[in-house]
């Protein structure tokens, strides 16, 4: 019979693991769906229409700043450690975020009347800024109601929640091309698709922990001051996540935005793979850090080389495929997104680490070293794409996002491993020969099978190569099958 504290173990371990698995399958739903949602609109719009709903998306996303805060991740960190009233302190959370929601979205429109915007580029910005209470794809006013859930390690209702407004986007962006709308026409079905799931998510998150509709003061004070550092590293980290966008438009024109935007909207949904792994990881570490628990490092260092694994699995298949991608689901005159995809996609990988870092040092109360990082992101990103966008275009910008990211999590591991033991050499090691073997191979057949044969191949081929490279510990090997140990065995 397993041991009390090994029975416990193991239990939630297999929470994690369905946790993450329900996060992560329900991420890739959404993922196809916003992949024919994305198709779809690029098509019926055009580079230049496309050019114009992206550029007003980007716009939006900087104003959502100012309704996020920073907040999300000190509320799921509160609730999982379990410090302060969670009813006095859900509410306080609720009521902030309603606050900030609404004073971001009177900013957007502001800013886009005083920067002298036209009417369909004003029309397209009022709509998308909405986004700011119903989107669940930004950190908004609707996120407030999954912190609970994800408190909790049970974030099966938001997925489904999730799935169901990419779903319905898809659905009325078909209508919309079916009857040749117009632009505003489907951005506003873009926006209003979010609006039946927003509304489900508030009555179950009340269900699962009932809030107090009022402000303590001590918690507005506490969360202002916790959040502040994100809130920083989140408005630097968003300006960099867009201002290639903006400079492309400046230096090269709307046709090139469509085109790079093509590519980049390809990559940007990857995100939810560190995702699907953090957000289970996260309340365990931020209990780790009042109550000590022997099984953090090695289950910060699984965390770490899963994260690095799929980042570099997308990345190296990405690049060998990248042409027949865009080929696939763009029309000719997307063609020349290829090279920037498969740019974009290796700064992926350095993405997917610094998500994870990120979550880690806040779940210490470290979140100030995420402002520095980003700072200085942002600072070499900046001059870099001055520099490469007149020269190479959508090339350059992509080129400039790459170095920045790479720089930014090489800052983040000095960091982090103050706290954490990264894998010895070995692992490294063993890394280099899976991905020198994989590109090798890969080479020789990706490039000459279809793209969805193709998948396959590369999928199982990087599996095969990961298990006979002996990249996982025979401890965490161990945690693998304690996920699938039967009840029976305990």
């Not at 109601?145 to 779903?167: G, K």
Request: net charge positive.
């Amino acid at each position: 019979m397993m041991p009390p504290e090994n029975r416990d173990k193991a239990t939630l371990t297999r929470q994690i693991f369905k946790n993450s698995s329900i996060v992560l399958f329900g991420q890739a739903l959404s993922l196809l769906a916003n992949l024919a949602v994305t198709v779809m609109m690029a098509r019926y719009l055009g580079d230049a229409g496309f050019g114009v709903f992206s550029y007003g998306l980007v716009f939006a996303s900087f104003f959502a700043l100012i309704a996020d805060f920073g907040m999300k991740p000190i509320i799921v960190r509160e609730l999982a450690r379990d410090h302060w009233q969670p009813e006095a302190f859900l509410g306080a959370a609720v009521v902030m975020r309603f606050v900030l929601a609404v004073l971001a979205i009177v900013a957007t429109v502001v800013a886009s009347i005083i920067a002298g915007y036209n009417g369909q580029y004003l029309t397209v910005i009022g709509l998308l800024s909405l986004n700011i209470v119903f989107s669940s794809k930004l950190s908004t006013f609707r996120v407030t109601f999954e912190t609970p859930f994800n408190a909790d390690i049970d974030m099966f209702w938001p997925m489904v929640l999730r799935f169901l407004d990419s779903i319905l986007a898809a659905i009325l962006i078909f209508l919309c091309v079916r009857f040749s709308a117009s632009l505003e026409m489907v951005v506003a079905a873009f926006v209003l698709s979010s609006a039946p799931g927003m509304l489900i998510n508030v009555i179950l998150a009340f269900r699962k922990r009932p809030w107090i509709w009022q402000l303590d003061w001590e918690i507005v004070q506490y969360l202002l001051k916790e959040s502040l550092p994100i809130c920083l590293y989140t408005i630097l980290v968003t300006f960099l996540a867009g201002i290639d966008v903006f400079m492309l438009k400046a230096l090269s024109g709307e046709e090139a935005v469509g085109l790079y935007s093509a590519a980049k909207r390809l990559t940007t949904p990857m995100q939810f793979i560190p995702h699907a792994i953090v957000i289970s990881l996260f309340p365990i570490f931020s209990r780790s850090h009042v109550k000590a628990d022997s099984g953090v490092e090695r289950a910060f260092q699984l965390g770490f080389k899963l994260i690095l694994l799929l980042g570099l699995a997308f990345a190296m298949t990405t690049a060998l495929m990248s042409q027949k991608i865009v080929d696939l689901l763009y029309t000719a005159e997307f063609s020349t997104s290829a090279q920037p995809l498969a740019l974009l996609m290796w700064s992926i990988v350095f993405m997917f680490l610094n998500f994870y870092f990120i979550e880690i040092l806040t779940s210490a109360n470290l979140q100030k070293a995420s402002f520095y990082v980003a700072a200085v992101m942002l600072l070499l990103n900046v001059p870099a794409n001055f520099l490469l966008i007149p020269n190479y275009g959508i090339i350059g910008a992509a080129q400039a996002r790459l170095l920045a990211y790479a720089v930014g999590s090489a800052m983040l591991v000095c960091f982090v491993q103050k706290k954490y033991r990264f894998p010895e050499v070995g692992f490294w090691v063993r890394m280099a020969f899976v991905a020198v073997i994989f590109m090798a191979i890969g080479h020789l057949l990706l490039k000459s099978v279809p793209v969805v044969a193709a998948l396959v191949v590369s999928v199982l081929l990087f599996s095969v190569l990961v298990l006979a490279s002996g990249v996982f510990r025979p401890d965490e090997r161990a945690t693998f099958l304690a996920i699938f140990h039967k009840k029976s065995g305990e």
